[in-house]
């Protein structure tokens, strides 16, 4: 997953990774209880979904999870079909709860937030995983400024918390 706080993006304005359009495959079915910890506006970068029914269509018709065809979707394949007047940008008052499948509709997470987001994110992923690309996957390594803040460095060194 990338920083996706346009400060610390090394690519702002290009969404990418958790950024495009996805349906999580990994666990079926998975569903999030998001909370919004602080205000929240399209300048926090949002989750951003499609309903359900609206998202199955999509996922038909752009022949989604069938071999060949990759995980991440852009905009343009998505509004080529659903309208862009369908997407639902989660934005609230502190404390909004949503609970979404987030393996039944497709999303995508902050893009470009020009504030930073809070919110809690509760998961229900079953026992059986499908998903094993944590095996191969490089982890992204984030870059570390003398200006960030103690926690964000504590976060990004984690041998700094060693004894």
Not at 15 to 41: C, F, K, W
């Amino acid at each position: 997953m990338r920083d996706s706080n346009s400060a610390f993006d090394d690519q702002p304005g290009k969404p990418h990774d958790s950024q495009l359009y996805h349906i999580d495959y990994y666990s079926l079915p998975n569903v999030y209880v998001l909370v919004l910890l602080e205000d929240t506006t399209p300048e926090h970068g949002p989750w951003t979904f499609l309903p359900r029914s609206l998202s199955q269509t999509v996922k038909d018709k752009l022949g989604y999870w069938k071999q060949g065809r990759g995980y991440r979707v852009s905009d343009d394949e998505v509004y080529s079909i659903a309208d862009p007047k369908e997407v639902i940008e989660f934005c609230g008052p502190r404390g909004t709860v949503l609970f979404i499948e987030s393996s039944g509709c497709i999303h995508f997470g902050s893009r470009n937030s020009i504030k930073p987001r809070f919110q809690l994110m509760l998961g229900y992923t079953g026992a059986c995983r499908t998903d094993f690309s944590e095996t191969f996957m490089q982890p992204k390594v984030y870059p570390i400024r003398a200006s960030d803040s103690r926690l964000r460095k504590m976060v990004l060194q984690k041998n700094l918390l060693e004894f």
